[in-house]
């Protein structure tokens, strides 16, 4: 598995949960994966698909999609192929020779095609080993995106009911999970589902004030990088794409009203790298699998959470470091309720309004947006800061709102709790609209009481008391604020509130890249990939994602055997793209001077040893980066998106192999004395022995570590 991994897919390591998945579809069950964006989903059927000796189908809702993934496949050197409306006679004809002889490994269709009359018949004369359901949240109502022919893929287990089915998805509450194994009839599935954590995305929530300056800065600052703005009316894409384009950005509209032929050749130059900007509807959730989005602006509030970490989720695939800003005002609830008026059915309405509530909770939240995002997903953040979104980067200054907080809930008091937030803010800053005048409000003693904010501080004020539970809203058509109990212990009990400052700034903390990138390279590398690219009528993410330029442009490989240790590096896209970009590296590197650097020179270990013990340690050596950084064990798992038990591997390997690491770093010292004690005196017996002496608080991964160390100082 591991040299199938290798060979055509250029990688070492599998990325958390893909082992443990691949082994159940090989074991011939059905298997359930729920993983987010940018997780390795599609390697969790594609090396299946190499390793068994018949036909893999996998079913997609999008044909936009399928010849990128078949383009991708075929530069790894794996036959595949799709079978869609798009393709002319000859190229289906072309594609059931290639099933006739047995030469695909990987065929993708699309529901409609596989549910024609007569067409799961016509599959069952070729031997089907495996079925992949991508996207499968699209079977159930429950989900975000339902789609209705979906529903019929329940015919697969009738007529090829000893199939395994792999379905996956990279969203999935609980109730979408189980509705996907009943819809799907799986038999018994082991249900893996990965963490929905992305710790390479930043998110930032930013008030809806100037947004256009807002962005054209943004990009200004982001210039050449390839991004996505969501806006929620196909009028305001348009509009935005135009306003773009004038103001000098590469930039593309992309909805639902447009014409197929133009919306599928502005999303083909965007996949492309012909633009760096697509402005789109969330018609373009689904249709992108381009993995150096380096950002994703929403300009509108979407309608869901599940949508959004949908959407967001475009962001970074290949790893890197990338932006979700999302613009808010608290008016946009009022234009998604708008679009509510079309839905006729109370309970479909209830739920739609319960996921906008759970979406503008996230928007107006002052906690961690990450702990957020999980807590909605049925997961825990346990760390206090997550560094990578704009509530923990804020500078956590306090003030005491006590007297603030005391003139709102008495407005709100003295108006009967019957008012909106704007309304009571407008009487505190002694407004004289005719609401106000017609209700005799005027007069009351909170009038003109609360002059020494803006209306908009106000706001950022009352947000935070609802988040902090001091007011209530209540009502959907014509949301009002009540007091709640907390309030009414600072009116009358001379409780105190302290909140955040209301005039914060973002301290955003650029993170240290794990390898200094030659960006001149890089830029010479992107150019040659494109050229590449537009050469082979591909996209260019096809040819080499970022992230493996980036190795390339921080190590400099000016050797066949250096490139091939490129993580990313597959045997067929050295053989096809690897003498072009040797050539263009050794180019550069000779003009400037620069020598090739391995992995361990450039992270500089705290001894030197010879460069003979490093061979193979590639992965391990970033490892000890980030072990030389203080990291605990589940701190580097999650940065370099491994196992546990596979960082815990790398660090035998780099005690065994002579780096000084202190494992007190990684358990407390009582725990490594007793496995000590315990390896002296039951080592003989092997691992196990030392196991049940120790007892099930101790796990095999403790005592390797432990093992590591104490062999390492026998030996010295």
């Keep these: 598995m591991h040299q199938l991994l290798k060979k055509y897919f250029g990688y070492t390591e599998f990325r958390p949960l893909q082992q443990e998945i691949i082994e159940s579809v090989m074991a011939k069950k059905d298997v359930l994966v729920v993983m987010p964006t940018g997780g390795g989903k599609s390697l969790c059927y594609q090396l299946p ?44 004809q072309s594609v059931k020779a290639s099933l006739s002889a047995g030469k695909l490994k990987l065929l993708y269709l699309a529901p409609e095609r596989l549910m024609l009359p007569n067409f799961l018949n016509f599959l069952s004369n070729f031997p089907v080993k495996l079925f992949a359901v991508d996207e499968a949240h699209c079977i159930s109502e429950w989900g975000h995106d339902f789609r209705p022919e979906y529903r019929q893929l329940q015919a697969l287990k009738t007529l090829f009911s000893e199939i395994p089915v792999i379905a996956l998805t990279a969203t999935a509450t609980p109730r979408v999970q189980t509705d996907i194994v009943e819809q799907l009839r799986l038999s018994q599935p ?65 909805h639902a009203g447009m014409d ?74 009022r234009k998604i309720e708008y679009f509510f008026q079309g839905i006729t059915d109370e309970n479909e309405l209830k739920i739609a309004t319960q996921k906008l509530n759970e979406m503008i909770r996230y928007a107006e939240s002052i906690q961690c947006r990450r702990v957020e995002i999980l807590k909605y997903f049925g997961e825990k953040f346990t760390e206090p800061n997550c560094k990578n979104c704009d509530n923990c ?52 003693t909170t009038y003109g009481i609360g002059k020494e904010f803006t209306k908009k501080e106000w706001q950022v004020v009352f947000r935070h008391l609802i988040q902090l539970g001091y007011l209530v809203v209540a009502g959907l058509d014509y949301p009002i604020i009540r007091l709640s109990p907390q309030s009414k212990e600072v009116l009358f009990n001379d409780a105190h509130v302290m909140l955040p400052s209301i005039k914060e700034k ?71 793209f690897g003498p072009k970009f040797l050539k263009e590296i050794i180019a550069f590197c000779q003009m400037h001077g620069i020598q090739e650097i391995s992995l361990s020179q450039n992270m500089k270990p705290r001894t030197q040893f010879q460069n003979q013990r490093d061979k193979g340690l590639a992965s391990e050596l970033i490892t000890y980066q980030f072990v030389q950084k203080g990291l605990s064990l589940s701190e580097i798992a999650r940065e370099r998106q491994l196992a546990t038990s596979t960082i815990n591997s790398h660090l035998e390997r780099l005690i065994l192999s002579g ?45 390797k570590l432990v093992w590591a160390y104490w062999k390492r100082s026998r030996n010295r």
């Excluded at 962001?315 to 932006?323: H, I, T």
């Excluded at 937030?421 to 005027?442: A, F, P, V």
Aim: with cysteine; proline share 4%; aromatic share 10%.
């Design 393 to 444: 980067l804020k500078e956590k200054n306090l003030f005491d709102a006590t007297i603030p907080a005391q003139k709102i809930f008495s407005c709100i008091a003295r108006v009967k709790e019957r008012f909106g937030m704007n309304y009571i803010i407008d009487i505190l800053t002694g407004s004289k609209n005719e609401r106000i005048i017609h209700n005799g409000h005027q007069n009351l």
């Design 190 to 254: 082991p249900i893996f589902i990965a963490s929905f954590n992305r710790p390479n995305l930043y998110y930032e929530v930013r008030s809806k004030t100037n947004t256009y300056s807002q962005i054209v800065s943004y990009l200004n600052e982001h210039h050449g990088d390839s991004g996505i703005i969501y806006c929620m009316s196909r009028q305001r894409v348009e509009e935005l794409a135009f306003k773009l384009q004038a103001d000098g950005f590469r930039a593309l509209p992309y």
């Design 506 to 576: 973002i301290q955003k903390v650029e993170p240290a890249a794990a390898i200094p990138v030659n960006r001149e390279l890089f830029d010479r590398l992107r150019v040659l990939r494109k050229t590449i690219a537009d050469e082979q009528n591909i996209a260019a993410y096809i040819i080499f994602h970022d992230s493996t330029l980036e190795q390339m442009a921080s190590t400099f490989p000016q050797s066949w055997e250096a490139l091939k240790r490129i993580p990313g590096m597959g045997e067929s896209k050295l053989k096809k």
């Design 260 to 333: 197929n032929e133009d919306r599928r050749r502005n999303q083909e130059k965007f996949t492309r790298d012909d633009v760096d900007i697509i402005v789109a509807t969330i018609a373009f959730g689904m249709g992108i699998d381009k993995p150096n989005v380096r950002f994703v602006i929403h300009f509108d509030l979407p309608k869901n959470i599940e949508g959004y970490y949908q959407e967001t989720g475009r962001a970074g695939r290949d790893g890197l470091k990338s932006d979700c800003i999302l613009f808010y005002s608290y008016g946009d609830r």
């Design 49 to 92: 698909a190499i390793m068994l000796d018949g036909l893999t189908v996998v079913i997609s809702p999008l044909i936009s999609l399928m010849k990128d993934q078949v383009d991708s496949l075929r530069t790894y050197g794996i036959a595949a192929a799709c079978w869609n409306s798009s393709l002319r006679p000859d190229e289906v």
């Design 659 to 703: 780096y000084e690491i202190d494992i007190n770093q990684f358990m407390e010292s009582h725990k490594i004395n007793r496995i000590l004690d315990a390896l002296n005196k039951h080592l003989m017996g092997g691992f196990k022995a030392v196991k049940d002496a120790l007892g099930p608080a101790y796990s095999y991964d403790e005592i």
